[in-house]
Structure formats: C-alpha cells, structure tokens
C-alpha cells in the first residue's frame, strides 16, 4: 500500500481523491470511502485518500493532552483495508493553515491528476474555511474536477463523528464508540516492565508501552481482548494510576491481565480492545479488599466476554449513507 508523507515528486494521474482527517476511520468515513473506491475503481481510476498529521484541532487550537484514536500508521492501515490505493498523510503546520482553498487545490490537482473530489456536506478547506461546496465546485471548473457531496451518517439519530467518539471514550462509555466506529475500540504497544506489583500479587499484568498522544478511555476497570498475533486473549484491564498502593503513577497506565495466562509477552507488541467499563479506580484501605474485588472483576469478565457475541475484533458493516 503506497503510504506517501508528502506530495512533493508524487504524479498520479485521473485520480479520486477524498480531504480530510479520518482520525478513527469511523462508520461515515468508511461510508464515504467506500462509495469513492468502488466509483473510482469502476471508472478505472484510483482511489487516494489526503489526510493530515497533526490534526489541524492540535496545531490550530493548540492541543497539549493527548488526543488521536489512531495513528497516522494505524489510519493508514484501516484506509487500505476499505480499497484505497494510495494514502497520502500531509504535515500540517500553520503554514498550510494559511493556504487559500484555491492555492491548495491547484497544488493538489497538479500532483494528483485530480478528475474527482468527494466529500460530506459540511466540508470546507482552506484558510478560514473558506473553501466551501461552491468555491470547490467553482474551482474544479478551472482544474477541471468535479465534486461529489455524499450524505452524513446517523446512527439513532446522531451523525457519527470524531469528536462524539472521543468525548465517550473519555468517559468510559468503550461500548457505545465502538458502534460509532465499526470495530472494537483499542490501543497497542509494546509491552514493557513495570514494577512487579501485580505479579506479586498472583495476578501479573502486560503492562502498555501506548504512544502518548493516543487518547486513553476513561480510568477505571474494563472487560477486554488482548490480540497478541492471531490470537485474541480475554483479560480484565486496568488504566490508571493505581491509588491503592504508595507512590501512585504520575501519567496513567494500560495494565492487562490475561485470564488463564502465564506467558512472557516482555518486548511483544499487543493491543486491548475495550468491550465493556466496569467501575472507576477506587483507592482500597488494604490489599486484602484490592484483591477481593479484582477477583470479582475476573469473574465479570469472564461472563461478559463469553456473551461476546460479534467474533472479536472483525469491523461491523458500516451502514448506508442516509438520503
């Protein structure tokens, strides 16, 4: 899958072409994808998606906590998954801020061979947005695009998007962002050394390397899937900063138990897919009380994740675009 991080020596020719920041590839952008590469495919034409790192909400509203449901790598890999044949992740900076919807167009168009542009019905580019639906269309009759508006999804009545996601994931609520997003909502990284606490306690964890600036759900105690590989492991996990015992952690951790487990996973990459929030942290006054409540915890999971009834892991179908 070509993956370019800039358009600079890049040529393609009569290419379709959606703009946007795809921060989780959530069920309206896999609806808008879809119907672009199926179209562009058809046509004989490719399908390339622009999208952006930073998002522009991190350099235009100066956002320090971290933010991204998925990376740029991780994006780029559920693009692919939908049929787009190129991906192209722009640096976005405040110089590109300033660009005028018609400079960034004409740059776009000349290294893309851009025949069609799509996108939603409230799309705008460029420098205070100004590159609305019919300054687009107006500068697609210049160099020679057209522009295809596909309808916003809604599920129960709320159109899908990013920033719904984030505010439910940041309030625990895994269950709800994952029928938004079309899959189970995870994170991943390396599993690293911690202080041997857990291990101590009979009941070791994978403790989480993430990437800082991956939005974490909501501290607290949740049902999960560890996918190591082809497998996919139940387990409870913990992120936070474990109040019970001294020197609780300055920056919150993603702790893993694996249910029925004893394997060295030091050094292996892992993700955890959230299914269900059970409580928030609580500091215990002993860890007798700790221990006996993890216990429950355990048994929770495991009667949650037996009931699991979608294979974990697989996206859901995204439904149909709304007309």
């Known amino acids: 899958m070509p993956h370019f991080r800039t358009l600079e020596g890049l040529h393609l020719e009569r290419a379709w072409a959606t703009i946007g920041s795809f921060d989780g590839v959530h069920r309206g952008h896999q609806v ?22 930073p998002h522009p909400a991190v350099i235009l509203r100066a956002i320090q906590q971290p933010y991204y449901l998925t990376s740029p790598d991780e994006r780029a890999d559920l ?3 939908l049929g787009v044949d190129t991906i192209i992740t722009m640096n976005f900076d405040r110089e590109l801020a300033s660009q005028s919807a018609e400079e960034f167009m004409t740059f776009l168009s000349k290294h ?22 019919p300054v687009l269309q107006e500068i697609g009759k210049h160099l020679g695009y057209t522009v295809k508006v596909v309808d916003q999804v809604a599920i129960s009545e709320e159109r899908v998007s990013s920033r719904q996601i984030r505010s439910m994931i940041l309030a ?3 269950k709800e962002a994952s029928e938004l997003l079309g899959r189970r909502y995870g994170v991943s990284g390396e599993v690293v050394h911690g202080d041997g606490r857990g291990k101590g306690l009979g009941i070791p964890t994978a403790n989480l390397l993430v990437w800082p600036e991956r939005l974490l759900p909501a501290n607290g105690i949740y049902a999960t899937w560890v996918v190591r590989g082809d497998e996919r492991l139940a387990s409870v996990t913990n992120v936070g900063f474990r109040p019970t015992f001294d020197n609780p952690l300055v920056l919150p951790r993603v702790e893993a138990h694996i249910l029925d487990f004893n ?3 030091y050094r292996e990459k892992i993700e955890v897919e959230f299914i269900e929030f059970f409580r928030p942290e609580v500091r215990y006054t002993s860890i007798n009380d700790l221990l006996e409540q993890i216990q429950k915890d355990i048994e929770q999971a495991r009667e949650v994740l037996s009931h699991d009834s979608r294979t974990p892991g697989l996206p859901a179908r995204p439904p149909k675009a709304e007309s």
């Open 172 to 174: 625990g609520k895994v």
């Open 32 to 53: 808008l994808v879809e119907q672009m590469v199926a179209s562009a495919h058809a046509s004989g034409s490719l399908a390339v998606v622009v999208t952006f790192y």
């Open 263 to 265: 394997q060295d996973l």
């Open 112 to 133: 893309l061979g851009l025949r069609q542009l799509w996108v939603g019905p409230d799309f705008a580019l460029g420098k205070g947005r100004q590159g609305n639906l």
């Open 79 to 81: 693009l692919h998954s």
